[in-house]
């Protein structure tokens, strides 16, 4: 079986083919996860992806799979696994090869979590592939974040800003652990509506909702980071930061980035992605025989891969930069 990147990750034995994350729409396609860097209508997905997909951008456009139901495109048998990234995420096993999309080994509350799977051949994302790259302990982040969350909604009020497909619901999730109803904006409000239908059990209030009372002191706002950043102004944030509220981020960056805390009064690292150190034990844990890296520092995690755990390893290639024949 060739492999390279043409139009996204490219399976091919003679003539046929099948594209994992394809950079456009395709019958022949199929997709990991709903961000909208891997999703597109009109390819094979899991059910809660279709779901995200919907509310998201209106397309119903898709073939849909459960866990663990093998199907075939094109003659290649394929399988989605859970990815633990956000709902619906999944990575694809395909004739002894494992993609893994955006994936989370440690697993997060709201979409449980990425096991590794032994494979010939291993394609992993490398969002955090330098060394450099590890994380702070994912439940201490979470408890520090459960008390700024406290502390806030007692006292004028705190607005977080998160991905609103994956961190958003992890901070939902935080808050009702430490006993928080938060509102949420509309965008984070109708994602989250599907992890409710998945069975995730989430709390939240839609801000448009609440009375004009509530929409002044709302305790805990969960909306989008560009709602918080700046880049797409929102009046609610603004009014709400003059009288007082305090204003955190939660994104992996939040460690390694100095941009990812411009603007923010607090930000707490926590990631859906595999960090450095996660990402090489979940490595040698598939035992592969050959690694091939992608999305992300590829050219250091490969070199780390060979160094450290003597698997061969190399930044997937693109089409034309290795011999494949008769490729149309
Ligand atoms: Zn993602």
Same mark, same amino acid.
């Given at each position: 079986? *060739? ?9 091919? @034995? ?54 663990? @139901? ?12 859970? +990815? &633990? ?51 702070? *302990? ?34 939902? +999730? ?5 006993? /928080? ?29 609440? *009375? ?50 411009? &603007? ?5 690292? /926590? ?5 450095? +150190? ?32 003597? /698997? ?11 011999? /494949?024949?008769?490729?149309?």
């Amino acid at each position: 079986m *060739d492999i390279f990147d043409h139009k996204g990750i490219c399976l091919r @034995e003679g003539k046929r083919a099948v594209y994992l994350d394809p950079a456009n729409s395709r019958p022949d396609g199929a997709v990991t996860h709903a961000h909208s860097d891997h999703l597109r209508p009109n390819t094979h997905m899991t059910k809660p992806t279709a779901d995200v997909m919907k509310v998201r951008t209106g397309s119903t456009k898709a073939t849909t799979h459960d866990y663990h @139901e093998k199907f075939k495109i094109n003659d290649f048998e394929l399988e989605f696994i859970s +990815a &633990g990234h956000v709902v619906g995420s999944a990575m694809i096993e395909c004739n002894g090869l494992l993609y893994t999309g955006d994936y989370n080994p440690y697993g997060t509350v709201t979409s449980g979590k990425a096991e590794p799977q032994e494979c010939e051949t291993l394609i992993v994302e490398s969002t955090y592939g330098k060394p450099d790259q590890t994380l702070p *302990d994912r439940n201490e982040v979470l408890e520090d974040l459960q008390a700024w969350i406290g502390a806030t909604s007692d006292n004028g009020g705190g607005i977080i800003g998160a991905y609103s497909l994956g961190k958003a619901q992890e901070v939902i +999730a935080t808050a009702n652990t430490a006993g /928080i109803v938060p509102a949420v904006s509309n965008e984070v409000g109708s994602v989250s509506d599907v992890y409710k239908k998945y069975k995730v059990p989430l709390e939240y209030n839609r801000y448009e909702d609440l *009375d004009d009372n509530e929409k002044n002191k709302p305790g805990l706002l969960v909306t989008s980071t560009s709602a918080t950043s700046g880049k797409k102004p929102d009046t609610a944030v603004q009014e709400l930061r003059r009288n007082g509220a305090k204003v955190a981020r939660v994104s992996g960056w939040c460690a390694f980035a100095k941009w990812a805390l411009r &603007g923010v009064d607090a930000g707490f690292p /926590i990631s859906d992605h595999a960090d450095f +150190a996660d990402t090489m034990k979940f490595v040698e844990e598939c035992n592969p025989k050959q690694v091939y890296t992608v999305h992300g520092s590829t050219k250091e995690l490969a070199k780390q891969i060979e160094k450290k755990l003597g /698997i061969k390893a190399r930044p997937l290639p693109k089409y034309g930069e290795v011999a /494949i024949e008769d490729y149309n």
